[in-house]
């Protein structure tokens, strides 16, 4: 029983309170569990809304990119994924976004809103932190390439970049250092594009 008391979430029974001062234990408090919701917020009109994320698997791990555009409508504009082969997550995180502008400015749009659930890649594009030496070239060839436009990074919890890690996981699945395009959503995220269309919220749970 004392053994429970000290590893054991605890509710603070009578009985609890009483074996435990029996013993001189002291009781750990139960986390709290708060929830809260988080939206997918389409962009103004005019703006592009890119959100992207990275998916890293196994030893050593293979890495995949999935990147999703689309307008004020929360219309699909496209979508893409891309196998790198061997990387770890921060490296599939930053390709990711890599990625995007580059597809980005292919398209030649003016003005878009970088949308990840990585607050490192935030801070690399947003507060030019250090990134992995094999991709610093890149790296700063998009940093110049975001200064010829309006370009916006913000943060986002990953119950709110679904369509993003959806693409990434699917990634995952094709050959190394293979791509796939779709002007078309792929079946598979429909119903979270539909979702994010109508507004509804995810739910995320958090634990203090």
Known sequence: MSSSLMVGANHSSSLDVKVSS?????????RQIFYSNVYWIPPRQGCIKINFDGASF???PCGATGVVFRDNAASFLGGFVHNIGHAS?????????????????????????????????VKAFSQQMEVPWTLRTRWLNCLTLVKSFSCTFTHIHREGNTVADALAKNGLGLPSLHSQWWTDPPFFVLPLLQRDRTGLPYQRISYM
């Open 89 to 121: 997550a921060l490296v599939t995180e930053l390709s990711a976004a890599m990625h995007a502008i580059e597809k980005a400015v292919a398209m030649q749009w003016r003005e878009i809103w970088m949308e990840t659930d990585s607050l490192m890649v």
């Open 22 to 30: 029996l013993f001189q234990l002291s009781l750990r408090p139960s």
């Open 58 to 60: 196994g030893s050593p």
